[in-house]
């Protein structure tokens, strides 16, 4: 009755049901990791939004990793720029999604080393061969605000850190890259500033992460589920239906054979 299921298309299909089984429950997992990644990120984000800003200096120092848990934590610094050492970060984005620079000043701490801090946002100028045109920030000592982050790489981020660049810009925010360049001490991670603003929002603060959303990972992950039960469900329809399609056949043959002669 079953025979047909043993030929070559038959065994094929099957097989390929047994394959997309065991691969759509996985793709299912992938999702659901992304989601459960991205809610358990979401609470970092907002338990150190909402924390009360501590010294840098407490969290982090001179070739330390920032680990992800303290990734956006608050933090404070008082020091005073070093403009003579500013450089700026190629192809980062405003939040409009123009395409400029990020502007990265080392910061003297008092009586301590070197933090970097990301300003914000200034345009390209129209060419990004020539350094952007900058407004200084306050002279003489300053206290701010900001978010601690990590050092920058490129298998973090995607980006290539290429070089030859013109002077003064970069391509990633490295401590260590900074450090080099300066001959002095400097604090591992750097600081997003958001706080003092510019009087003319210029460069413009960089936007507090979104973490509200969670995404679409978990409808993904229940849609490669309902896939994978559809697989079986949908090779049985087929099979019965190939066994309809077959009896009708036998029927039709049958009654189209001649009676046999009588004499």
Same mark, same amino acid.
């Given at each position: ?20 089984? =065991? ?7 992938? $999702? ?5 990644? %991205? ?18 200096? @407490? ?9 992800? @848990? ?23 984005? *405003? ?27 200034? =345009? ?27 050092? $920058? ?22 401590? *260590? $890259?900074?450090?080099? @360049? ?24 960089? =936007? *507090? ?19 994978? !039960? ?9 099979? %019965? ?8 056949? !036998? ?9 046999? @002669?009588?004499?």
């Amino acid at each position: 009755m079953y025979r047909f299921l043993l030929s070559r298309q038959w065994v094929l299909v099957t097989l390929l049901a047994l394959v997309l089984i =065991p691969t759509m429950i996985e793709l299912g997992f992938w $999702q659901l990791h992304r989601h459960q990644h %991205r809610v358990a990120q979401n609470t970092v984000i907002a338990d150190n939004l909402k924390a009360k800003p501590v010294p840098v200096t @407490a969290l982090t120092s001179p070739g330390h990793t920032v680990p992800h @848990a303290q990734y956006w934590r608050r933090v404070t610094a008082t020091g005073t720029y070093d403009t003579a050492h500013e450089v700026v970060v190629r192809r980062r984005t *405003a939040a409009d999604g123009r395409v400029g620079y990020h502007v990265l000043t080392p910061f003297v701490l008092d009586g301590g080393p070197t933090v970097l801090i990301n300003r914000g946002w200034v =345009p390209d100028n129209g060419s990004q061969t020539e350094f952007p045109r900058i407004p200084a920030p306050p002279k003489g000592e300053v206290t701010i605000t900001g978010r601690l982050m990590a050092d $920058q790489t490129t298998a973090a981020s995607g980006i290539k850190d290429v070089k030859g660049l013109p002077p003064r810009q970069v391509m990633l925010i490295s401590s *260590a $890259q900074q450090q080099k @360049a300066l001959g002095r001490p400097v604090l591992g991670g750097y600081i997003e500033q958001t706080a003092p603003e510019s009087p003319d929002d210029s460069p413009e603060l960089i =936007p *507090a992460p979104d973490h509200s959303s969670i995404g679409p990972h978990m409808a993904y992950a229940v849609q490669w589920w309902l896939f994978t !039960a559809g697989v079986p469900v949908g090779w049985v329809i087929l099979v %019965r239906r190939e066994k309809r399609d077959r009896a009708e056949a !036998a029927a039709k043959a049958g009654a189209a054979e001649p009676a046999p @002669a009588t004499a």
